[in-house]
């Protein structure tokens, strides 16, 4: 037959288990506290941003992306300035589509080439200063 149980064994049982029960409830509420706060839309926003920037591949994609939109759109306002010209408006806005393509498409070469030109002003400017202040150290 099964197991013979007393009153005070099945009361002793049924009080450990509301205390199992209150320990579990203690740590449900917890944990809906964590969720309630990660869900809220102020934090979900901030840990998207820190995904976003700590994310060597998605800066990169947002630089590319941001330079070549730029140059596409500086081109066409060089082009088509205020004119009021439909036909010039429609033909700058090709432009700027080709522009930014085309940016996209080579934004590491130029890319390069900027930081060539950047890195030989740099030390140009600087050979200058150095030079200035050693002949006035002659002086």
């Known amino acids: ?3 013979q149980y007393t009153i005070d064994s099945l009361r002793e049982e049924i009080r450990e288990l509301e205390i199992k029960q209150e320990a579990e409830g203690k740590v449900l509420k917890a944990q809906l506290k964590v969720t309630y706060e990660y869900l809220k839309p ?3 926003l901030r840990s998207v941003v820190k995904d976003i920037v700590s994310s060597e591949t998605l800066k990169n994609d947002f630089i590319n992306t941001a330079a070549s939109y730029t140059s596409g759109l ?3 306002k060089l ?3 205020k004119s009021q010209n439909p036909f010039l408006k429609i033909i700058g806005l090709g432009i700027q589509f080709g522009i930014t393509a085309l940016v996209n498409k080579n934004y590491n070469s130029i890319k390069e ?3 060539q030109y950047i890195n030989a002003f740099k030390s140009n400017l600087h050979n200058t200063v150095t030079s200035e202040f050693s002949e006035d150290k002659k002086n």
């Open 1 to 3: 037959m099964g197991k």
């Open 113 to 115: 080439v900027f930081t």
């Open 79 to 81: 082009i088509v300035g």
């Open 74 to 76: 500086l081109t066409k």
């Open 42 to 44: 102020s934090n979900i």
